[in-house]
């Protein structure tokens, strides 16, 4: 099911559900780009990446702003209670900084990931992979399906 609202899309499939903001990128691998300047891109966990990974507990960046990255450069780490993972770019330019709010609440990354939990900035170009909303429903879609298959709950119930 998916409805448009106020700029945001409602989205449900299965037992997930969200809202995701129209005017945004989205990378196979559940990142939101969203372009807050001309050529300055914030980064986030989509809404399916934290529940995912579970609470996020640590965040920790390897780069510093002016640093020049590149998409799929390892750029630092994550701890949420369901794993520890490599963090990567996906914008291609100049490391623009860490969201300070997280080194005070990183609970922020899970209670507001479209907005006050966001990750990092960069200042360059976004994955070329990276897809509008639409494309990443369609990635929901078929994450979401082939979950379903490996733990036996085939079936669609949209």
Request: glycine fraction near 10%; aromatic fraction near 10%; charged fraction near 25%.
């Amino acid at each position: 099911m998916v409805q448009n609202h106020q700029q945001n899309i409602r989205y449900k499939r299965s037992r997930f559900s969200t809202r995701l903001p129209a005017d945004r990128l989205y990378t196979p691998a559940h990142f939101w780009i969203a372009e807050e300047e001309a050529g300055l891109w914030r980064v986030g966990f989509t809404r399916f990446a934290t529940r995912m990974l579970g609470d996020l507990v640590e965040l920790g960046l390897e780069v510093k702003p002016g640093d020049a990255v590149t998409v799929g450069q390892k750029i630092g780490w994550f701890e949420g209670f369901k794993a520890v993972a490599d963090l990567y770019c996906v914008v291609a330019g100049e490391f623009a900084g860490q969201n300070p709010a997280l080194d005070e609440d990183i609970t922020l990354a899970d209670a507001d990931p479209y907005g006050n939990g966001w990750l990092y900035k960069v200042r360059g170009s976004p994955e070329p992979n990276s897809v509008d909303v639409h494309g990443y429903i369609e990635i929901l879609d078929l994450t979401i399906d082939r979950m379903r298959e490996q733990t036996g709950r085939g079936g669609n119930d949209e």
